[in-house]
C-alpha cells in the first residue's frame, strides 16, 4: 500500500492550507487513517486521525479548534484542513494508515507510512 501526501507549501502566519492522501488500495477503505509531523530534531508527533467510517475524530491540543480532519465513509482518501497556521505547526506532514485508531493516536508504529509533504508557517 503507498500512501501519496499533496498539499503543503508556504503560507504565513494566520493563514490556512489543506492537506491530502490517498491510498493506492481499496483495503484502505476498512483502516484508520491519520496525519503526523515532524521538525528537525524532535520526534514525529501525533496530529490527527480519524476512523474508516469517518464517525469518530481525534486531535493533538496543539491544533484541537484549529484542525479539521475527514473523510467520508470507506473511503481511501482523508484530508486534513489546517486554518490558523502558527509558525510552530512548520514540519514534514505525514500520512498513515492502520487498522486501528488506537495506534494512530498512541504509537509510532502504524501500518503504512506516506513520503510526507512540507508545511512551512513564516511569521
Known amino acids: 500500500v503507498m500512501l501519496v501526501e499533496s498539499g503543503g507549501g508556504l503560507v504565513q502566519a494566520g493563514g490556512s492550507l489543506t492537506l491530502s492522501c490517498a491510498a493506492s488500495e481499496q483495503t484502505v477503505s476498512r483502516y484508520a487513517m491519520g496525519w503526523f509531523r515532524q521538525v528537525p530534531g524532535k520526534e514525529r508527533e501525533f496530529v490527527s486521525a480519524?476512523?474508516?467510517?469517518?464517525?469518530?475524530?481525534y486531535y493533538a491540543d496543539s491544533v484541537r479548534d484549529r484542525f479539521t480532519i475527514s473523510r467520508e465513509s470507506g473511503d481511501v482518501t482523508v484530508s486534513l484542513q489546517m486554518n490558523r497556521l502558527k509558525p510552530d505547526d512548520t514540519g514534514v506532514y505525514y500520512c498513515?494508515?492502520?487498522?486501528?485508531?488506537?495506534?494512530?493516536?498512541?504509537?509510532?508504529?502504524?501500518?503504512?507510512w506516506g513520503q510526507g509533504t512540507q508545511v512551512t508557517v513564516s511569521s
Open positions: 498513515a494508515a492502520d487498522p486501528y485508531t488506537v495506534v494512530l493516536r498512541s504509537t509510532q508504529n502504524p501500518d503504512f
Open positions: 480519524i476512523s474508516w467510517s469517518g464517525a469518530n475524530a
